[in-house]
């Protein structure tokens, strides 16, 4: 049952800005230690399972015969997650010095760990369904990180992201 990995790497992130938001760290430092090891963390279960991938698919729930909610690692999403794995951590080192005078670091960063796991589950997707539903979540989780500043071009644009009349 080796397939339960695949879960790994999409409930550390989640975990990891659940931490963030839970402890809601002072200081910078310790905003960095939480954020990195949750992402250097996910990069290795993610290269894991994508050198040693499982042979069959999750299947978490299913509606009826045809329907299934279920995590895979096929060829081709291996790579896509090793891409992940490999951009993850640089981005999250450039965004860490992106973020310096912007404010309010703990939203971003909790907000930045969950998109990791959301878009593993896109990588890791083994129907149709659980990529639309990763996708759709996606598109809520950055949401706040689209709207960071709360200025009026802010709104503005997460309006536009989110289709608001």
């Known amino acids: 049952m080796r397939e339960i990995w695949l879960l790994v790497p999409i409930i550390l992130p989640i975990l990891t800005g659940m931490v963030i938001l839970l402890i809601r760290p002072k200081k910078r430092g310790v905003l960095w230690w939480i954020t990195g090891t949750g992402v250097t963390l996910t990069s290795a279960a993610i290269f894991l399972l994508a050198l040693y991938p499982p042979v069959g698919r999750l299947v978490?729930?299913?509606?009826?015969?045809?329907?299934v909610f279920s995590l895979g690692a096929d060829g081709l999403s291996r790579v896509f997650a090793a891409m992940i794995a490999f951009l993850w951590p640089l981005t999250?080192?450039?965004?860490?010095?992106?973020?310096?005078h912007e404010g309010r670091e703990n939203k971003f960063f909790c907000c930045f760990s969950i998109t990791y796991g959301v878009v593993t589950g896109i990588a890791?997707?083994?129907?149709?369904?659980?990529?639309?539903?990763?996708?759709?979540?996606?598109?809520?989780?950055?949401?706040?990180m689209v709207m960071h500043s709360m200025d009026k071009k802010a709104v503005y644009a997460g309006k536009k992201y989110l289709p608001f009349p």
Do not use: R
């Open 124 to 144: 890791f997707a083994g129907s149709l369904i659980t990529m639309y539903f990763f996708y759709e979540l996606m598109t809520f989780i950055t949401l706040p």
């Open 60 to 67: 978490l729930f299913s509606f009826g015969n045809k329907m």
């Open 92 to 100: 999250t080192m450039y965004s860490f010095e992106y973020m310096k």
